[in-house]
């Protein structure tokens, strides 16, 4: 009997314990949203370049708020960076309104939006709202706290581009009514929207123009052309390249972006501003072969190539003239195209172990 009664003792001290330590906790976690250190929100969080940008953030001392609604992104992107102390995850949807509620908030990344084509064929109407009721909502909260607002926009703004490379000033050949048009639209118009906010209420705007990046993190089955040809080859399927292989895409590795953004968000310069990587530009049949040879490296067998009919309004060519981001922000890739491939070959081959 009395041996019981101690038991239950052990059991109430135990769970007080228990609730002290989690109140304790969150009261810390509460002091720092209200010290002097600089509050940071970043949407599209749990996807491949967010999850990324949040970790190199919380590196430098921020509070970050990470908000995503996790249609495209992952949520084991960020589950750990929960466990963090300046972390916090905001999962809602961009386009919702929002009582914030914050008492500080110096930046905003606006990230969040469907960015692979097979994402966006499928949720055309996510798409476009994300990148302009999206944007509109992230201004208005920009405007209420004296934010900072960085766009990411993309390189999908000049369409299929007649001009090699694209500088900042070429105005795009976009086909407004075709299954592209969702996303390249909508960025443009999310650029539209910045501008607006800076001629009419001083809103201090960054606009990235983002290249084709990858890296760990990236959504095995997100359908662009890096995830697609490693997972095919990790599985053992065969590859399918979409036209004759000849279309050229220049790859950036998420690092290097990253890196990229940081330094625009803390430039002076408002106007739009290339972030890629000129000088991997390859042929989709350039990059099934890279890749299947870094696999045959780790032991992995080549599959067969197959080609298939290309994709409509598919882009023939893309490159990047990053002179601007070169001389305004100091920022130039310096991450190889093997490279990166390497430690995101690793990484699908540890997810799928
Ligand atoms: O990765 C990115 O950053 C960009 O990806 C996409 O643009 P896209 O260049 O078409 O990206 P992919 O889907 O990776 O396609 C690249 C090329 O590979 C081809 N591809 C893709 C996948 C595949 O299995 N096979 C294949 O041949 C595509 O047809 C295209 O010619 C998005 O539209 C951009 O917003 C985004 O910034």
């Given at each position: 009997m009395l041996a019981r009664i101690r038991h239950k003792h052990y059991i109430i001290l135990l769970v007080s314990s228990c609730v002290l330590i989690y109140l304790i906790y969150n009261t810390l976690k509460y002091d720092i949203v209200t010290s002097d250190r600089s509050v940071v929100l970043v949407t599209g969080a749990a996807g491949l370049v967010g999850s990324h940008l949040c970790e190199e953030l919380l590196k430098r001392n921020y509070i970050v708020y990470g908000l995503d609604n996790l249609s495209t992104g992952q949520i084991r992107n960020i589950n750990w960076l929960?466990?963090?102390?300046?972390f916090y995850f905001v999962n809602r949807d961009v386009t919702d309104k929002w009582e914030?509620?914050?008492?500080r908030l110096d930046e905003i990344y606006h990230m969040a939006s469907p960015a692979s084509p097979k994402a966006y064929f499928k949720d055309p109407i996510g798409t476009y709202r994300a990148n302009t009721i999206g944007t509109e909502s992230m201004i208005e909260l920009a405007g209420r706290h004296s934010a900072r607002l960085l766009f990411a926009s993309s390189s999908e703004v000049y369409g299929d581009p007649l001009t090699h490379p694209q500088t900042e000033i070429y105005w795009g050949n976009v086909n407004p009514y075709g299954p592209r048009a969702c996303y390249d639209e909508s960025k443009r118009m999310g650029e539209t929207l910045c501008f607006i906010a800076q001629q009419l209420y001083g809103t201090e705007i960054r606009i990235a123009r983002i290249f084709n990046t990858f890296g760990?993190?990236?959504?095995?089955?997100?359908?662009r052309v890096i995830s697609n040809f490693i997972m095919n080859g990790i599985k053992g399927d065969d590859i399918f390249i979409y036209g004759d292989g000849m279309k050229t895409r220049s790859f950036m590795y998420i690092s290097d972006l990253v890196d990229g953004l940081i330094r625009l968000m803390a430039s002076n310069n408002s106007s739009p501003i290339n972030l890629g990587n000129p000088y991997e530009e390859h042929n989709v049949l350039k990059v099934a072969k890279i890749i299947q040879e870094l696999l045959a490296e780790r032991g992995i067998a080549r599959t067969r190539i197959n080609y298939i009919q290309a994709l409509q309004d598919d882009p023939t060519k893309r490159k990047p003239d990053i002179s601007k981001a070169e001389e305004l922000l100091d920022w130039r890739p310096t991450v190889s195209f093997e490279d990166g491939l390497r430690k995101t070959i690793d990484y699908f081959i540890e997810l799928y172990k």
């Open positions: 929960n466990s963090l102390r300046d914030d509620g914050f008492t760990p993190r990236m959504h095995p089955e997100d359908g």
